[in-house]
């Protein structure tokens, strides 16, 4: 089923309503659905390059906005729809642990799972769910999610084709070891 979403994604890159459609993937994605919407952004960046920034500005809106829909899943409904959704992506053991310490890493979790391939979902519906406050999830969501969308954008932009394999197989990890250096540097500078 997945295989057949994210075909499907594919082929929608040529719609001439490609913008709204990634406005929705981007939106849901961040509460209920699992295809990201990188997977939509990056042939539709490299068939027209010169829209590059709207396609990155419309993707973190949406995606924020459907960020805030996952928190309200989980402030609002956890034990009605956020639960569910969390166990069906195979997350549901871990959540009791991971609600006592979310809070205390709260804008380093929401900011990793927005630039890294970890499922965005996951930390909007818990950002809901443990109360951490509404506007630090708001801030470090649009900071994660234009971080992810914008690099996304200008590395199409400046190489083109020839990027897309790696940012579909190694970007994830780069944002991955990044954040690692980020916040070890804070890390360093706070503890030594």
């Known amino acids: 089923m997945i295989r057949t979403l994210y075909d499907w994604v594919l082929r929608m890159a040529d719609h001439p309503n490609a913008l709204w459609l990634l406005a929705f993937i981007a939106f849901i994605e961040s509460s209920v659905f699992p295809i990201p919407p990188d997977v939509l952004m990056i042939p539709m960046i490299i068939a027209r390059p010169s829209r590059a920034w709207l ?66 979902k996951v930390i909007t519906i818990m950002s809901g769910w ?24 200008g590395l199409l932009w ?8 790696f940012i579909e197989r190694r970007l994830g990890l780069m944002f991955t070891l990044c954040l690692l250096l980020l916040a070890g540097g804070f890390f360093a500078t706070r503890y030594l």
């Not at 069906?88 to 927005?114: I, P």
């Not at 443990?130 to 954008?153: D, H, K, Q």
């Not at 400046?158 to 394999?165: E, N, S, T």
């Open 55 to 120: 396609i990155a500005l419309v993707a973190l809106i949406a995606s924020v906005l459907g960020g805030i829909l996952g928190y309200a899943i989980g402030a609002l409904a956890f034990e009605q729809l956020g639960q569910p959704i969390l166990a069906a992506l195979g997350k549901g053991d871990a959540m009791a642990e991971f609600s006592t310490r979310f809070n205390d890493m709260g804008f380093w979790a929401v900011l990793a799972a927005g630039i890294t391939p970890f499922p965005f």
């Open 158 to 165: 400046k190489f083109g084709a020839p990027i897309r394999d």
């Open 130 to 153: 443990t109360g951490m406050p509404l506007g630090v999830f708001i801030t470090t969501s649009i900071l994660a999610r234009g971080i992810r969308f914008f690099v996304v954008a």
